[in-house]
């Protein structure tokens, strides 16, 4: 079992920055990719970014590309996801999810959720 558990979530101005973590804990992540997703209110959860099991591939939602940055230091079980210049459309609880296939949209484990809000 793999336990996710994300922080760094908050309220920020359009235009500011925020830095999400999501630290495992468990099991080591090394062979799982991982994502963030993020689901606003009435809205489905979709994926905004993932990143491959050695983080030498990277792929984002066209929304988000040259704002966010996905990352993740597999020596202590975390991931990262900066996101700059933020839009009150990115408003959304942002979810982290690991799962064993890059390509595939299927998550073994899932966390909690963080609240991110961004006023205009």
């Known amino acids: 079992q793999v336990q996710l558990i994300e922080s760094g979530g908050g309220w920020v101005q359009a235009g500011g920055s925020l830095s999400l973590s999501c630290a495992a804990s468990g099991r080591t992540i090394t062979n799982y990719a991982l994502a963030w997703l993020r689901q606003a209110p009435g809205k489905e959860r979709v994926l905004v970014a993932k990143?491959?099991?050695?983080?030498?591939?990277?792929s984002y939602a066209d929304s988000v590309k040259g704002r966010f940055t996905i990352s993740r230091d597999n020596a202590k079980n975390t991931v990262y996801l900066q996101m700059n210049n933020l839009k009150p459309e990115d408003t959304a609880v942002y979810y982290c999810?690991?799962?064993?296939?890059?390509?595939?949209?299927?998550?073994?484990?899932w966390g909690q959720g963080t609240q991110v809000t961004v006023s205009s």
């Open positions: 999810a690991a799962g064993r296939s890059f390509s595939a949209a299927v998550y073994d484990y």
């Open positions: 990143i491959t099991q050695r983080g030498i591939s990277t």
